[in-house]
Structure formats: structure tokens, C-alpha cells
């Protein structure tokens, strides 16, 4: 399954620190999508990277794409109380379909 | 320059009843998939169409078709709904069916409730 699998399923930090996202798929692939999503509402997308990319930074964000490793993951720096969320990565493949894992619901406390 | 637009937003619909669901994409989108998503999941995918004709499909009953108008706009249509069905269903659009180098922009989603 092409299938991301987002790690850890819940993570709980403090306003102001870091939180790491890591997600891991199995075949290959175009390019990896981050997304966001607040409280059972739209996706918002946050970042794409390509498979031919390592590192690739958005504001607060940083996403690194190991596909030696099938493996992605998502940071974000000086985390707020807005960022809380669900986040999602969905591998895409050459069909454009995405495919979502279950998400990592981060939790920032003020 | 609006995004992608879902309609309705919120849905309450009888066990056996049909439902067809509406989405606008982005401007100068063409590719336009259906997710759904249960609660505490993540979304699945259920189709995508592209110049009118389905291209890819999910693993979803036939229960489950779509639509997509010359104007790239979509519908999802379900049949015989069951208690199962209760989701949020996602429509996400992008440009140009494979190639798979454009980021999918998302909807707000419209919330089923079969009862």
C-alpha cells in the first residue's frame, strides 16, 4: 500500500518547543504531502516535496524526504497554541491519487 | 480567488436515502478527487475524476459514483445509505490528472449523518 503512516499517533508540548512528525510509506513515489487539519475540518496543505528533494522549509516548517528509507518527516519550530491540529503526510503516486495514514494529533499547551 | 467550495456543509439523511454532494474546484484546476473521512481516521480515497470520466477509484462499493461537469465542477452521489456511510466527505481538486507534481487543495468537507 502506498499508504502514509504518520508516528507518534498523539504528541503533547509545551508552547515554544519543537514538535517532529515523522511518516513512513512503502513503494515509490512522486512527491509527499503534509496537511493539516483543525478539529474535523478541511485539509489545509502545508508542504510539498519531490522525491528528487531532501530538505525543504516554510516558514516554521521543515520537511525532510528520505526515500532510501520511505520515510518523510515534518517539524515545527516554536510551536504556538494554533498549531494544534492533526497533521497528515500522503505519499503521492504517479496516478495523483493520495493515500492518508491515521495522522498524528499534536496537542502545543500555552 | 476562491478555494475549493463544498456544498452543503452539514447533511442529515434517512438509512436507505440517496445524497448527492457538491463541489467547485480551485480556479484553473481540471482534477477533482473524493475523500472520506470517518471520524478519528484519516481520509480514504474514493475517487477522482478528470475530463469528465472517472479515472481512479478507491476500494468503495458502487453505491459510490460521481460526476464531473464540463466546467470541472463535481458531484458525489451514494445510494442507499447506510449508518456506515456517516463521514466527512472531502473533495480535494488539482491540475492535471497524473503527472503527480501539484499539490491537491481541499475543502471544508461536508458532514453526513445517516440515521
Known amino acids: 500500500s502506498q499508504q502514509g503512516e504518520e508516528d507518534p499517533q498523539a504528541l503533547s508540548i509545551q508552547e515554544g518547543e519543537n514538535a517532529t512528525m515523522n511518516c513512513s510509506y512503502k513503494t515509490s513515489i512522486n512527491n509527499l504531502q503534509w496537511y493539516r487539519q483543525n478539529s474535523g475540518r478541511g485539509l489545509v496543505h502545508l508542504i510539498l516535496?519531490?522525491?528528487?528533494?531532501r530538505e525543504k522549509h516554510s516558514g516554521r516548517l521543515r520537511v525532510t524526504l528520505d526515500t532510501s528509507k520511505k520515510s518523510s518527516s515534518l517539524l515545527i519550530t516554536a510551536s504556538r497554541a494554533a498549531d494544534t491540529a492533526s497533521y497528515f503526510c500522503?505519499?503521492?503516486?504517479?496516478?495523483?491519487?493520495?493515500?492518508f495514514g491515521g495522522g498524528t494529533r499534536l496537542m502545543v499547551k500555552p | 480567488d476562491a478555494g475549493v467550495t463544498q456544498s452543503p456543509t452539514h447533511l442529515i439523511k434517512t438509512r436507505g436515502q440517496q445524497v448527492t454532494l457538491r463541489c467547485s474546484p480551485k480556479s484553473g484546476h481540471d482534477t477533482v478527487s473524493w475523500y472520506q473521512q470517518a471520524l478519528g481516521q484519516g481520509p480514504q480515497f474514493i475517487f477522482q475524476y478528470y475530463e469528465e470520466e472517472e479515472r481512479q477509484r478507491g476500494n468503495f462499493p458502487d453505491r459510490f459514483s460521481g460526476h464531473q461537469f464540463p466546467n470541472y465542477s463535481s458531484e458525489l452521489n451514494v445510494n442507499a445509505l447506510l449508518l456506515g456511510d456517516s463521514a466527512l466527505y472531502l473533495c480535494a481538486s488539482s491540475f492535471g490528472a497524473g503527472g503527480g507534481s501539484t499539490e491537491a487543495f481541499f475543502g471544508q468537507g461536508t458532514r453526513l449523518t445517516v440515521v
Open positions: 516535496i519531490r522525491s528528487n528533494e
Open positions: 500522503a505519499p503521492h503516486n504517479a496516478g495523483n491519487m493520495l493515500t
